[in-house]
Structures are given as structure tokens and as C-alpha cells.
């Protein structure tokens, strides 16, 4: 399945996907926010990652953010179904030289209008680090209302156990 609009587009990962994202995981920015990416991000994390979602269950929809135009690689978002289907937790990355061009805002905005319109989910989830201020500006641009912290949420590699925000969209309340 291949999601389309805003100049992006969400399909399935590919193993031939590996070396990009091998590239893209580099950037010391992703693992600043993303706890889980390896430090450093080494072709078998690739793989390992690669093979992970296409293997995926049937309550798991991971995608490649690619531009049509070329299909290169520019992202990742990810969409997990809690245990009863009502529910989804969502994340993303975006490569560093697609940033600021508003690739996550419509892969969010794409992402989240199937899962509420075909999967018929009645709520959608994301979490950032409190200090991941541009996460935050993607998720309230796309109508995501903000929650709250979740204290002591997360835990880095380093050890470090940091807090989250929660934010959530409703039916309803999707931004064009």
C-alpha cells in the first residue's frame, strides 16, 4: 500500500532501503530524540530494522517517507495498533536534508487521516521529548491537542530515563 499527497509518499520498506537508512541514522539527531536508534548505526541495525518491518504484524504499519520524484529516501513513520484496534501510537524521522520542507508535517497528516478514515481508529498517539520543540510544532500543525508529561517515561541508552509529552488526535480533528 502507497500513501500520497504534499509532495511525499509513505509506502513499504524495501531491503534495498538499508544503505540510506544507514545514512540517514548518522545524524546525531535522531538518537538525541529516539532513544532506540544505535549509536553508531551500523548496516546490520539496518537490516535488523528493515527486516523488522517487513515482517511486521498485521497490528504494526511501518512506511518509508520517499520523494515520488526521485524515491529517495527522506523518513520514516511508523503506526502500532493497541490490543483492540481502536487505538494507534504513531512515531517518524526525518532525514537531515529534508527538514524544514514540511515532509513530516504531511507524512503525519497523510498517516493519520487513513488510520482514522480506513482504519476507523478513535484515537491517535505520539510522544516527544519535551525539548524536541520541532516534533511538537509537526503534531499541533497536523491538529494533535497536547496532553501532558508522562514523568520518567523513557529510557535512553545512556541510561538516562526522560519524561514525554503526550499529544492526541481524536476524529474530527485533523488539519488540512
Known amino acids: 500500500m502507497e500513501l500520497r499527497g504534499g509532495g511525499i509518499e509513505l509506502r513499504q520498506w524495501r531491503m534495498a532501503d538499508a544503505e540510506a537508512v544507514v545514512t540517514a541514522c548518522q545524524d546525531p539527531e535522531l538518537s538525541r530524540w529516539i532513544p532506540f536508534i544505535p549509536r553508531p548505526y551500523e548496516p546490520d541495525d539496518a537490516e535488523m530494522y528493515l527486516r523488522g518491518c517487513l515482517e511486521s504484524p498485521d497490528d504494526r504499519h511501518p512506511f518509508a517517507i520517499v520523494d515520488p520524484a526521485t524515491n529517495a529516501l527522506i523518513g520514516s513513520i511508523d503506526l502500532s495498533l493497541n490490543g483492540h484496534s481502536y487505538r494507534g501510537h504513531t512515531g517518524y524521522w526525518v532525514a537531515a536534508e529534508a527538514r524544514g520542507r514540511g515532509v513530516c508535517t504531511h507524512a503525519l497528516r497523510l498517516?493519520?487521516?487513513?488510520?482514522?478514515?480506513?482504519?476507523?481508529?478513535?484515537r491517535l498517539e505520539l510522544i516527544t521529548d519535551p525539548e524536541n520543540l520541532a516534533s511538537q510544532r509537526v503534531a499541533e500543525k497536523v491538529g494533535f491537542q497536547r496532553e501532558g508529561v508522562l514523568r520518567a517515561h523513557l529510557r535512553h541508552p545512556d541510561g538516562r530515563i526522560r519524561d514525554s509529552v503526550m499529544f492526541s488526535l481524536l476524529p474530527g480533528e485533523l488539519r488540512d
Do not use: I, P, T
Open 111 to 122: 498517516l493519520s487521516r487513513w488510520a482514522l478514515d480506513e482504519l476507523e481508529l478513535q
